[in-house]
């Protein structure tokens, strides 16, 4: 990815809030006296609020801000709390994820994302700027399948169309939209390649590199083809065909990505989102996951350092006596399911303080010594074992929230390819494909230490420490029965996700796998979500809409009895 002007970017997201096209509750465009029309817009506004709303998509908000008022999450927190990549704040799934949980969301895609869409084409279409309305095309088709993913079937073909009197869309089967996501593909390829009057002044991922843009136009059509794969007889020759053109992600260089700016906490806080709720006065936000920090730890990940950052070198419980006030359930118990499976339980070894799947306890004065995200990918500090509190200011600001947030990448298709060939039996190509996928995301964590300029990388594993690593999984998959290959080949792509939650939250459901993660801490959890609730905000606004009786329902190309109870 191209890097791009950090103060022209914070200009054109504090410009784009500004100039968004309203919308009603019940989802359709009307005229807000208190700002442009949409024959009055400009294009380049449009898009760099279509864009900056892209990513929010995924990523969410430091704080409530432009179309998030009650939350700060995304799709990639709720994926990544799901796979227990990150903390999980509910002893029961049916009701960890409420209707009210995903307004913000909802909202944020079709009051954002799509009026704004909406709005751009025609003005784009008439003033001939062809890359503009690839960028929409492009940002639509990842923006609408996975609205699928996580809500199942949904209004879009009816949406905007008030002109017609359709003031409550219906929902549209998540297939069809997946046609229609991949109809939209081959239309922003068409328009890659085009001759337009004028580019983008702002393309806030590829900088006006049409190359990359179509590659990752036909790496996401990959993703959408292995996503139904149970469905689609036709899916696997049609990923083979992209394949085979080597027109896709395959080098670090081309990955969909976005780079956070971080070059201010406010108005907006353009810093990696995790970042900004992490790296507070008060301290850490976030609990990190137990089971990802111990399955890391424990198998010598060169990762680790990268991934989380480490304020305590001690954790109640381990190298130092129980306490209840700072951390409760040190003085307690493990439950029966936890100790029958052997999963870890409450505290960690070596200062990796976190919190078990589903730890619903309340929030102890622990923000100065619970571990945090680190440097990659949120930009935040390196864990050169300095076990210092973090807090605002220069000396522990690490990469000050310069992060990433991985989208489409090229180690991700190599975890698909290996899916893909272990689907078909092809254990050698599938060992290949997964050894392929750890080396390039490996060696792209390690690029990040260098943004912490203050961290001590003498700590830093080295080529050896990597390459045994490398050399443990491969000869874990080349060893193990057809479950552990599925368990290796899924643990490996959630832990190289890590930073994304939608496709692992995906995996996880279309494989079943890996069945080594740890279990909720209640042992009746209820039904694992396979898809979320509608929002408030469209059941009680729209008339044809009507709230799923369970979140447990499938979507559409999951078709398996779904990933463990637990």
């Known amino acids: 990815m191209k890097k791009l002007n950090r103060y022209l970017i914070l200009a054109l997201f504090s410009g784009a809030v500004a100039m968004t096209s309203c919308e009603t509750a019940d989802l359709d465009i009307t005229e807000n006296p208190n700002a442009l029309v949409p024959n009055q817009a400009n294009p380049e506004f449009l898009l760099a609020s279509i864009q900056e709303d892209f990513i929010r998509h995924l990523e969410g908000v430091a704080a409530t801000e432009d179309n998030f008022q009650t939350g700060n999450d995304g799709l990639f927190e709720f994926g990544m709390e799901l796979v227990r990549t990150a903390n999980l704040n509910g002893r029961n799934y049916q009701s960890t994820f409420q209707g009210i949980d995903v307004d913000d969301e909802w909202t944020n895609v079709y009051r954002g994302i799509l009026a704004d869409i909406k709005a751009m084409e025609p003005l784009a279409q008439e003033a001939d700027l062809t890359h503009h309305i690839g960028i929409a095309q492009f940002i639509e088709a990842y923006t609408m399948s996975s609205m699928v993913d996580f809500f199942g079937d949904i209004p879009y073909s009816e949406f905007g169309r008030l002109e017609e009197g359709i003031q409550n869309p219906v929902a549209d089967p998540g297939a069809s939209i997946y046609d229609a996501a991949l109809v939209l593909l081959d239309e922003a390829i068409t328009n890659f390649k085009s001759i337009p009057a004028a580019d983008p002044i702002n393309d806030l991922y590829y900088g006006n590199d049409y190359g990359q843009w179509e590659r990752a136009a036909n790496t996401l059509k990959l993703k959408l083809y292995l996503q139904r794969r149970l469905v689609d007889e036709n899916a696997m020759a049609n990923f083979n065909a992209i394949i085979a053109s080597g027109n896709y992600i395959q080098d670090t260089a081309d990955d969909f990505q976005f780079n956070w700016p971080a070059t201010s906490a406010t108005n907006p806080d353009n810093r990696h989102p995790r970042y900004g709720i992490n790296y507070a006065v008060a301290g850490a936000g976030d609990y990190m996951s137990n089971w990802l920090m111990n399955l890391m730890n424990t198998t010598n990940d060169p990762r680790i350092r990268f991934y989380f950052y480490r304020q305590t070198p001690t954790v109640p419980g381990a190298e130092i006596p129980p306490d209840e006030q700072l951390l409760a359930c040190s003085l307690t118990t493990p439950p029966p399911h936890y100790v029958a499976g052997g999963f870890t339980f409450c505290w960690l070894d070596d200062g990796y303080w976190g919190r078990d799947h589903g730890n619903a306890e309340g929030t102890p004065p622990d923000g100065l010594l619970r571990t945090t995200w680190g440097v990659y990918p949120a930009g935040g500090r390196f864990d050169d074992s300095s076990f210092t509190a973090i807090a605002q200011g220069p000396a522990s600001a690490g990469a000050s929230g310069a992060g990433i947030s991985p989208i489409l990448t090229a180690f991700m298709v190599d975890f698909w390819r290996a899916e893909m060939a272990l689907v078909t039996g092809d254990i050698g190509a599938a060992q290949n ?45 080349a060893s193990g029965t057809m479950e552990d290959k599925w368990n290796v080949l899924g643990e490996q792509f959630l832990i190289g996700s890590f930073g994304n939650g939608v496709d692992p939250y995906n995996f996880y459901r279309r494989t079943g796998f890996p069945n080594t993660v740890q279990p909720n801490l209640e042992p009746d959890p209820g039904q694992f979500i396979r898809s979320f609730y509608y929002p408030e905000v469209s059941v009680n606004a729209n008339s044809n809409i009507s709230q799923k009786s369970t979140n447990a329902e499938p979507v559409f190309w999951d078709t398996t009895s779904g990933p463990p109870a637990n």
């Open 433 to 477: 494909h997964l050894v392929n996928g750890v080396t390039k995301q490996i060696a792209k964590v390690r690029s990040f230490g260098a943004l912490d300029t203050a961290a001590d990388l003498s700590v830093a594993p080295t080529d050896g420490e990597v390459t045994s690593y490398i050399n443990s999984v491969n000869s874990a998959f």
